[in-house]
């Protein structure tokens, strides 16, 4: 299999994965039709109230981490991201200043 054709399945895949309804969606379909629109609107909000509380939770998590751990903070650098050093200045403004 080359990179290309690699390439391509993975692209299908991943479109076929997002069109495709989750549990989400089928838990929000089944509120409807079992008990209604407002049940539905309620079953929507709840699910979207739980995916922001998700997605902050990371956040600060993500945030706490790399606040505590150096080694956090490096192992993305190792990896290849792009994260300016702590206590640095970025490497734009060094070579602006320089000018």
């Known amino acids: 299999m080359s990179v290309e ?3 391509l399945g993975f692209a299908a895949v991943a479109v076929l994965l997002t069109i495709l309804p989750g549990l989400d969606s089928a838990m929000a379909l089944r509120s409807a039709i079992s008990q209604g629109p407002r049940h539905a609107v309620a079953t ?3 699910i979207n109230t739980g995916a922001f509380a998700w997605g902050a939770a990371a956040a600060v998590g993500i945030s706490a981490l790399l606040t505590a751990s150096e080694t956090a903070e490096v192992s993305p650098l190792l990896m290849g991201l792009a ?3 702590r206590g640095n200045k970025s490497a734009t403004h060094t070579a602006c200043a320089s000018d």
């Open 5 to 7: 054709q690699a390439r």
């Open 44 to 46: 929507g909000l709840g």
């Open 83 to 85: 994260l300016p050093p």
